[in-house]
């Protein structure tokens, strides 16, 4: 996937939001930003194959194990905004303050077609995370921090 339909949506002579490309090489940036849209949700995103891979989480994501939040793949960001902060314009895409919520890096231990497990390493957010893909839902995942010594 390419970052076409980040483009299609935003309006860049109106928003400060990074143009962006898709970049070479693996880095493994993972960041979450708050963002008080029409709908305060948190942005997920992890760094793969030179994309932000994305996804909406509807409530705060879990710190601890035992907490199971549904979450919503959207559409691919560049790298560059894992660095983005800052006010969306009223009427814009998004409109609404964007913060950066966590930040740091990530291992990735398995990126199946339903099912992603990663070590992230924030500060909020830190330890063995898995994504299992919930077909009921349209681009539904679930998202929910799976230690391994039985948890
Ligand atoms: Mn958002």
Redesign the pocket.
């Known amino acids: 996937m390419s970052l076409e339909e980040y483009k299609r949506k935003r309006d860049f002579r109106k928003t400060k939001e990074p143009l962006g490309e898709v970049k070479k090489g693996e880095g493994k940036i993972y960041v979450i930003?708050k963002?008080y849209?029409s709908h305060l949700?948190w942005?997920l995103r992890l760094e793969k194959q030179g994309v932000l891979k994305s996804w909406?989480v509807p409530k705060e994501p879990p710190t601890k194990k035992g907490v199971k939040r549904l979450i919503i793949s959207?559409e691919d960001h560049p790298v560059d905004y894992a660095s983005f902060e800052g006010e969306i314009a009223e009427g814009e895409y998004?409109a609404g303050k964007?913060e950066i919520w966590d930040r740091g890096t990530y291992d990735e231990e398995k990126w199946g077609e339903n099912e992603i497990i990663v070590r992230l390493k924030g500060k909020r957010l830190s330890g063995r995370y898995c994504l299992i893909r919930f077909k009921k839902v349209e681009n539904g995942w679930l998202f929910f921090r799976c230690d391994k010594d039985g948890g």
């Open positions: 930003q963002h849209a949700h942005d909406a959207t998004g964007v």
